[in-house]
């Protein structure tokens, strides 16, 4: 069985790394990666190769810094012609980017089965790209690897029919269990307690006005504690752009760090504040609370169970939902999300 592997995204390209992983250890599988080029700096994308021990993509695109509509249109066209030549069984791809919906595109054009992985997840704002994407593509894969009951309950009230549905926890979790004796600290100096803030997503990047509102909740929190900030090449451009002070900020930017370095940041802060997905489960594995500047979340058991609080881009808000959840007890459980197998089982349902 052949599979071909679609990312182009930093998360990706940790899913992919375990996923391989399971690859290799079942006999008969012969896996092809394809890299889009999406995330095409180095801090954002080779970094993450060479740390995870990851198979080294077959084809790189090199395909980036286009709109949504050209990007797709752009990693179909080379994406279709590939799959013609390689003839895989599978496609698989991985949550909500446009590397996922062009892959997933793609693989319904040549006639090629679907496997996504993170499906069913839903934020219900459509007015998010990523919500666009992932609707999209769960319409269209034969095989839906949800990592929720949730997840599969959406999909259910969208009407996909419950044969082509797969529940297999999330493969983030494998992820966190392979890797995190692995974690090295950054080469930066680090204060002894901090928060872990990442901010990179379009609503509040591209909005002067919300993203002067979130770097001010920032800078009122790192007079109390410190807030070190790997930032995102995009929210740089847009803060410089902006003239924003970085020499006179208390905020502790640091450079974007590798999949490791996040790993130790995670472990090693008191708080997470960010507008991420995925670091929201990776904050819940290592048992850190969470602050999600956003407003909605498609991970709601975490907020059900209160672990995750969505506080939105109001200063005051984020200040006084910081202060109260650096005092609350550690109270985790490791229940949700799966037994850290998920790859496994995913291959061994592509097997069958």
Same mark, same amino acid.
């Given at each position: 069985?052949?599979?071909?592997?679609?990312?182009? @995204?930093?998360?990706?390209?940790?899913?992919? +790394?375990?996923?391989?992983?399971?690859?290799?250890?079942?006999?008969? $599988?012969?896996?092809?990666?394809?890299?889009?080029? &999406? !995330?095409?700096?180095?801090?954002?994308? &080779?970094?993450?190769? /060479?740390?995870?021990? #990851?198979?080294?993509?077959?084809?790189?695109?090199?395909?980036?810094?286009?709109?949504?509509?050209?990007?797709?249109?752009?990693?179909?066209?080379?994406?279709?012609?590939?799959?013609?030549?390689? *003839?895989?069984?599978?496609?698989?791809?991985?949550?909500?980017?446009?590397?996922?919906?062009?892959?997933?595109?793609?693989?319904?054009?040549?006639? $090629?089965?679907?496997?996504?992985?993170?499906?069913?997840? *839903?934020?219900?704002?459509?007015?998010?790209?990523?919500?666009?994407?992932?609707?999209?593509?769960?319409?269209?894969?034969?095989?839906?690897?949800?990592?929720?009951?949730?997840?599969?309950?959406?999909?259910?009230?969208?009407? %996909?029919?419950?044969?082509?549905?797969?529940?297999?926890? /999330?493969?983030?979790?494998?992820?966190?269990?392979?890797?995190?004796?692995?974690?090295?600290?950054? &080469?930066?100096?680090?204060?002894?307690?901090? #928060?872990?803030?990442?901010? !990179?997503?379009?609503?509040?990047?591209?909005?002067?006005?919300?993203? *002067?509102?979130? #770097?001010?909740?920032?800078? %009122?929190?790192?007079?109390?504690?410190?807030?070190?900030?790997?930032?995102?090449?995009?929210?740089?451009?847009?803060?410089?752009?902006?003239?924003?002070?970085?020499?006179?900020?208390?905020?502790?930017?640091?450079?974007?760090?590798?999949?490791?370095?996040?790993?130790? =940041?995670?472990?090693?802060?008191?708080?997470?504040?960010?507008?991420?997905?995925?670091?929201?489960?990776? @904050?819940?594995?290592?048992?850190?609370?969470?602050?999600?500047?956003?407003?909605?979340?498609?991970?709601?058991?975490?907020?059900?169970?209160?672990?995750?609080?969505?506080?939105?881009?109001?200063?005051?808000?984020?200040?006084?939902?910081?202060?109260?959840?650096?005092?609350?007890?550690? =109270?985790?459980?490791?229940?949700?999300?799966?037994?850290? !197998?998920?790859?496994?089982? %995913?291959?061994? +349902?592509?097997?069958?």
């Amino acid at each position: 069985m052949k599979i071909v592997t679609i990312i182009g @995204a930093r998360p990706q390209f940790v899913k992919a +790394a375990v996923f391989s992983h399971a690859v290799d250890r079942a006999a008969g $599988v012969d896996e092809v990666v394809v890299h889009t080029g &999406q !995330h095409f700096d180095a801090n954002m994308s &080779q970094l993450f190769f /060479d740390q995870l021990g #990851m198979r080294k993509p077959k084809y790189n695109l090199g395909i980036h810094s286009l709109g949504h509509e050209e990007m797709v249109a752009a990693m179909r066209s080379r994406l279709e012609g590939i799959l013609s030549d390689e *003839r895989p069984d599978w496609v698989v791809v991985f949550g909500d980017t446009d590397s996922t919906l062009a892959g997933a595109l793609s693989a319904k054009a040549c006639g $090629v089965r679907l496997c996504h992985i993170e499906a069913g997840l *839903r934020s219900f704002n459509n007015a998010m790209r990523e919500e666009y994407n992932r609707k999209e593509t769960d319409r269209i894969s034969d095989l839906l690897c949800c990592p929720t009951e949730s997840a599969i309950l959406h999909l259910r009230h969208e009407g %996909i029919p419950g044969e082509r549905m797969l529940l297999t926890g /999330d493969i983030m979790k494998d992820a966190t269990l392979y890797y995190r004796a692995q974690a090295v600290a950054p &080469q930066v100096a680090l204060p002894e307690e901090f #928060m872990l803030c990442t901010l !990179h997503r379009a609503e509040n990047t591209d909005d002067p006005d919300i993203l *002067r509102q979130l #770097m001010k909740a920032l800078e %009122i929190l790192s007079t109390k504690y410190p807030v070190v900030l790997p930032l995102h090449p995009r929210t740089r451009q847009v803060l410089t752009a902006q003239g924003f002070p970085f020499e006179q900020s208390a905020i502790r930017f640091i450079e974007p760090v590798g999949y490791l370095e996040m790993l130790y =940041l995670l472990h090693h802060c008191r708080l997470v504040l960010t507008d991420s997905g995925g670091l929201q489960k990776e @904050a819940y594995f290592a048992h850190k609370y969470c602050l999600t500047l956003r407003r909605e979340t498609e991970w709601m058991e975490l907020v059900n169970r209160h672990y995750n609080f969505i506080v939105g881009q109001q200063p005051t808000d984020i200040i006084r939902m910081a202060e109260i959840m650096t005092e609350m007890p550690d =109270l985790f459980s490791d229940d949700l999300y799966g037994d850290g !197998h998920t790859a496994e089982m %995913i291959v061994e +349902a592509l097997m069958r």
